[in-house]
């Protein structure tokens, strides 16, 4: 089972996990799809087995997760803190970066201790948390700059791009050199609140936007689908400052308390990032779409923690789809076959150079 597989099994079990389910992940060395049961539910243990997934007894459901962070949201929300719920213990991680000192420490701590140690555990990060804003594919605009998401065809059938909201709320336009002339505006952006992500049009509506990630030393990655990312899952982001890396996906609907504002419902990875990063793509090595790097600590030396916005969720913001319908180049045809959410259009990705032809995997940079 690959990764990709277990999401889509995920998917189809939907309504059928009901109050007892308690999260899942990919687990890559057995290739499996590990689901969480609370409350010793045999009649969901059959159903999960039955469906080719594996059945893990927990103490925490989802609900009681959710419940857990709500609290957080209100007791906790210092700069500089973040939590996912890791669905491979089954409990909340909470991290607070090195500006968290003296009673903003004390203040998180005590609300994870409330929580009890069979729910949440907080560590200390060395970096700080920040989104990868610089002031690159890069784009620039206002001083700042970024990466290169991934291609779009918005509702009229424009061409455009994602990339990261706290990029497009720095400037309205954006060019692809620093200080050159416009090549697209900025339609809409999250950030702060409930993600981090732009949609940015094209100047002109003739641009050719191939369904490629431009990944580096004449690797280029076709991207088919969006998807929803999986904990344990491998991924690679490419961004403007650092290139290509690689790392596993370790929780979802993190939120990330930046010093701008609180950002939810991001993906969490140990994929190293630097300024610049932001905005560039987090995609699979089979060519999902997965995410837009919004920000983290650390940097691709020390490692740290990161966090993306998902894909699919942008998407579904902006009203646009991954690459169906975008220029691409002569001759190219159409990308590949839909994912992510039902109903939606087959699609592809962003920019890499003209000539060369999309990959359907790629190598694996040498680290983080």
Same mark, same amino acid.
């Given at each position: 089972?690959?990764?990709?597989?277990?999401?889509?099994?995920?998917?189809?079990?939907?309504?059928?996990?009901?109050?007892?389910?308690?999260?899942?992940?990919?687990?890559?060395?057995?290739?499996?799809?590990?689901?969480?049961?609370?409350?010793?539910?045999?009649?969901?243990?059959?159903?999960?087995?039955?469906?080719?997934?594996?059945?893990?007894?927990?103490?925490?459901?989802?609900?009681?997760?959710?419940?857990?962070?709500?609290?957080?949201?209100?007791?906790?929300?210092?700069?500089?803190?973040?939590?996912?719920?890791?669905?491979?213990?089954?409990?909340?991680?909470?991290?607070?970066?090195?500006?968290?000192?003296?009673?903003?420490?004390?203040?998180?701590?005590?609300?994870?201790?409330?929580?009890?140690?069979?729910?949440?555990?907080?560590?200390?990060?060395?970096?700080?948390?920040?989104?990868?804003?610089?002031?690159?594919?890069?784009?620039?605009?206002?001083?700042?700059?970024?990466?290169?998401?991934?291609?779009?065809?918005?509702?009229?059938?424009?061409?455009?791009?994602?990339?990261?909201?706290?990029?497009?709320?720095?400037?309205?336009?954006?060019?692809?050199?620093?200080?050159?002339?416009?090549?697209?505006?900025?339609?809409?952006?999250?950030?702060? %609140?409930?993600?981090?992500?732009?949609?940015? @049009?094209?100047?002109? #509506?003739? +641009?050719? $936007?191939?369904? /490629? &990630?431009? =990944?580096?030393?004449?690797?280029?990655?076709?991207?088919?689908?969006?998807?929803?990312?999986?904990?344990?899952?491998?991924?690679?982001?490419?961004?403007?400052?650092?290139?290509?890396?690689?790392?596993?996906?370790?929780?979802?609907?993190?939120?990330?308390?930046?010093?701008?504002?609180?950002?939810?419902?991001?993906?969490?990875?140990?994929?190293?990032?630097?300024?610049?990063?932001?905005?560039?793509?987090?995609?699979?090595?089979?060519?999902?779409?997965?995410?837009?790097?919004?920000?983290?600590? %650390?940097?691709?030396?020390?490692?740290?923690? @990161?966090?993306?916005? #998902?894909? +699919?969720? $942008?998407?579904? /913001? &902006?009203? =646009?789809?991954?690459?169906?319908?975008?220029?691409?180049?002569?001759?190219?045809?159409?990308?590949?076959?839909?994912?992510?959410?039902?109903?939606?259009?087959?699609?592809?990705?962003?920019?890499?150079?003209?000539?060369?032809?999309?990959?359907?995997?790629?190598?694996?940079?040498?680290?983080?």
């Amino acid at each position: 089972m690959t990764a990709a597989s277990a999401s889509e099994l995920l998917r189809q079990l939907g309504e059928q996990l009901g109050d007892s389910y308690g999260g899942a992940y990919y687990d890559a060395g057995k290739q499996q799809l590990v689901v969480n049961v609370a409350d010793g539910d045999d009649d969901l243990d059959a159903r999960v087995r039955e469906a080719g997934a594996v059945v893990r007894s927990v103490e925490n459901s989802s609900a009681e997760l959710a419940s857990a962070t709500d609290s957080l949201s209100r007791r906790a929300a210092v700069p500089g803190t973040a939590w996912a719920v890791d669905p491979r213990t089954n409990r909340i991680l909470v991290t607070a970066d090195r500006t968290v000192t003296g009673e903003k420490w004390d203040r998180v701590e005590a609300a994870v201790a409330a929580l009890g140690d069979g729910m949440a555990r907080i560590q200390k990060s060395t970096g700080e948390f920040k989104p990868f804003i610089e002031g690159g594919d890069a784009i620039f605009g206002g001083g700042a700059r970024c990466s290169l998401g991934f291609n779009v065809t918005t509702q009229d059938g424009q061409p455009g791009f994602l990339t990261a909201g706290h990029c497009g709320v720095a400037a309205d336009q954006w060019s692809e050199q620093a200080g050159g002339a416009p090549i697209g505006t900025v339609q809409d952006a999250v950030f702060p %609140g409930e993600g981090d992500f732009a949609l940015v @049009t094209y100047d002109d #509506p003739a +641009t050719e $936007a191939p369904s /490629a &990630v431009d =990944a580096g030393d004449g690797q280029l990655v076709e991207i088919r689908q969006a998807a929803e990312a999986a904990v344990g899952q491998e991924v690679f982001r490419m961004g403007s400052t650092t290139g290509l890396r690689d790392g596993q996906v370790t929780g979802l609907n993190a939120t990330v308390n930046y010093p701008e504002g609180t950002v939810t419902g991001l993906i969490q990875t140990n994929v190293c990032a630097e300024p610049g990063d932001s905005g560039g793509a987090l995609f699979t090595p089979d060519g999902d779409a997965i995410g837009l790097t919004s920000g983290g600590s %650390g940097n691709c030396t020390s490692g740290g923690e @990161t966090f993306f916005q #998902p894909v +699919t969720t $942008a998407l579904a /913001a &902006v009203g =646009a789809e991954i690459g169906a319908g975008a220029g691409g180049q002569p001759g190219e045809e159409p990308g590949g076959e839909t994912g992510g959410q039902p109903g939606e259009e087959p699609g592809g990705e962003t920019g890499g150079q003209p000539g060369e032809e999309p990959g359907a995997g790629i190598d694996a940079p040498a680290g983080n």
